[in-house]
């Protein structure tokens, strides 16, 4: 019995092909999450990164996100992965899922990168975009929210779209706290048969595959983006 016999035994016989639809609904769950509590947390960072500098609370805002930006940009990602599961929760009592914990994570990791994503847009939007909301009377958050954000989300959606890919591979490490990604099933899957070149050829191309799929929505979202411009 040759290589793809025996994978394909384990896969579809032995029923190992559950473990892989658990393992891709897990990673779809983590990283669309995630870029979610990151998009959001990262665009509050951004906001406070921008705000005029004219007291000390500013200030100090300003400076923590600096913090915040530093630490979780200058850590490993599997690092922040086990502090959370091993360290910070059990020391506040909390008891969640792994799968919550992995969310979390990846969501205050990538909040940090969102948030100069979206200072980087912000700061690329007319200064003229800012005065026209304020002439027609709205502060400075409303302004924000409803005229500047918009338009710089829009020009970063290609950047934001990168992020969620990294984010999408970068869940292969969450087998370092007990959750069954697709990574971690196709290990299974050789670790059972004792064949790995190819189970880790076909997770090779499944993450390719996603990738591309992931892309492609990308692509679309921008021309949707680029011919509601043109109306």
Known sequence: MNAFEIFYRQLIEYGGYKTVLIGLKNTALIAVFGLLIGLVLGCLLATCKI?????????????????????????????????????????????????????????LNSAAYVS???????LSIDIGQTEAGRALGLNYGKTMIKIVLPQAIKNVIPTLGNEFIALLKETSVVSFI????????????????YEYIVPYIVLALVYLVVVLAVTGLIKLVERRLRASDKR
């Open 51 to 107: 705000l005029p500098r004219t007291n000390r609370i500013v200030r100090i805002l300003s400076s923590v996100v600096d913090v915040y930006v530093a630490i979780f940009r200058g850590t490993p990602m599997v690092v922040q992965l086990l502090l959370v599961h091993y360290v910070i929760f059990p020391a506040v009592g909390l008891d969640i899922s792994s799968i919550a914990e992995a969310v979390l994570a990846f969501g």
């Open 116 to 122: 100069e994503i979206i200072r980087g847009g912000i």
């Open 178 to 193: 007990a959750v069954v990604d697709i990574t971690k099933s196709f290990q299974n899957i050789a670790n059972s048969t």
